[in-house]
Nanobody, 120 residues
Framework: QVQLVESGGGLVQAGGSLRLSCAAS????????VYWFRQAPGKEREFVAT????????NYTDSVKGRFTISREGAENTVFLQMTSLKPEDTAVYYC?????????????WGQGTQVTVSS
């Protein structure tokens, strides 16, 4: 069983920056795709960014390209989301997700989320 814990959220003014962390306990992120999703009040949860731990390839939703960077650094159990030039519309609860497929079985784990609030 993998437990994911997000941290780093908070209140920031528009134009500011935050760095979110997603830490895994119980195992490493090796062989996983790790995602950041977000959910704003009254809206569906939406994809933000993803990284493949093994090869480091990344992908982003269009609205955050050039402003957010997903990365894996150091120990094999932490993924970061560096957010810059934040906008009020980035306000949401940010969730980390880890996904892996092994021998035909897909494993998906979610964190509890961390609140990001961007004031105008």
């Amino acid at each position: 069983q993998v437990q994911l814990v997000e941290s780093g959220g908070g209140l920031v003014q528009a134009g500011g920056s935050l760095r979110l962390s997603c830490a895994a306990s119980g195992r490493t992120f090796r062989n996983y795709d790790v995602y950041w999703f977000r959910q704003a009040p009254g809206k569906e949860r939406e994809f933000v960014a993803t990284i493949n731990w093994n090869v480091g390839t990344t992908n982003y939703t269009d609205s955050v390209k050039g402003r957010f960077t997903i990365s894996r650094e150091g120990a094999e159990n932490t993924v970061f989301l560096q957010m810059t030039s934040l906008k009020p519309e980035d306000t949401a609860v940010y969730y980390c997700r880890a996904r892996s497929t092994n021998w035909g079985t897909t494993y998906v784990y979610w964190g509890q989320g961390t609140q990001v609030t961007v004031s105008s």
